[in-house]
């Protein structure tokens, strides 16, 4: 989203609230049902991002769209992102939510990239040594990408950190380039 501040102005109140009335769960799986949503029905999706739906329709919409009935926080929370227009923080509530909670838990996710599949003592070691360096419990998710030839490449929130062998080669051919 363009305007992080503006999801974290109503997220961070949300899971403040959560975590006072240890709800931290319940609120978090009704913001990934909202998010899924959000992102599958694309009806519902043009009425919520429509400036021409009122708020009020835009809620009795949501309320039918949900299994079962919201916690009164959620609701709260929704009211107030209707009533303010600002239902363009909706898609990426959850993700902001989540990651307070990752704070909240000492929680890191890491995603590794590597040309082969890593063993489980290689992901034991690169998850301790992670683990010493951001003082965080870490959870790894493996990828494969066989286009690396070799090494891996670590991405821990928006920073990439690459010990490919395809990595070293590019950044050697671009050394090489200016060098000229």
């Known amino acids: 989203m363009k305007n992080d501040a503006l999801v974290r102005i109503y997220t961070r109140p949300l899971f403040d609230l ?27 999706r043009e009425y919520l991002d429509s400036p021409n739906v009122r708020g009020s329709v835009k809620l009795d919409l949501l309320k039918k769209a949900y299994a079962k009935p919201w916690s009164k926080y959620f609701g ?9 227009r600002r239902q363009e923080v909706l898609p990426y509530a959850a993700a902001a939510f989540n990651k307070y909670w990752d704070d909240y838990r ?42 690396l030839l070799g090494g891996i490449r670590l991405q821990i929130g928006h920073q990439l950190l690459d010990a490919t ?9 671009e050394e090489l380039m200016s060098t000229r």
């Open 106 to 147: 000492s929680r890191i996710d890491v995603k590794v990239i590597s040309a082969v599949e890593l063993t489980g003592d290689q992901k034991d070691a690169i998850s301790d040594k992670l683990a010493k360096r951001t003082g965080k419990n870490v959870i790894l998710k493996c990828e494969l990408d066989e286009t």
């Open 76 to 84: 709260n929370f929704l009211d107030l992102v209707m009533r303010k």
């Open 165 to 173: 062998i395809i990595g070293r080669l590019a950044s050697l051919r």
């Open 18 to 44: 959560a975590v006072e009335n240890k709800s931290i769960e319940s609120i978090a799986a009704e913001l990934d049902v909202l998010a899924k949503l959000y992102e599958e029905v694309q009806v519902l």
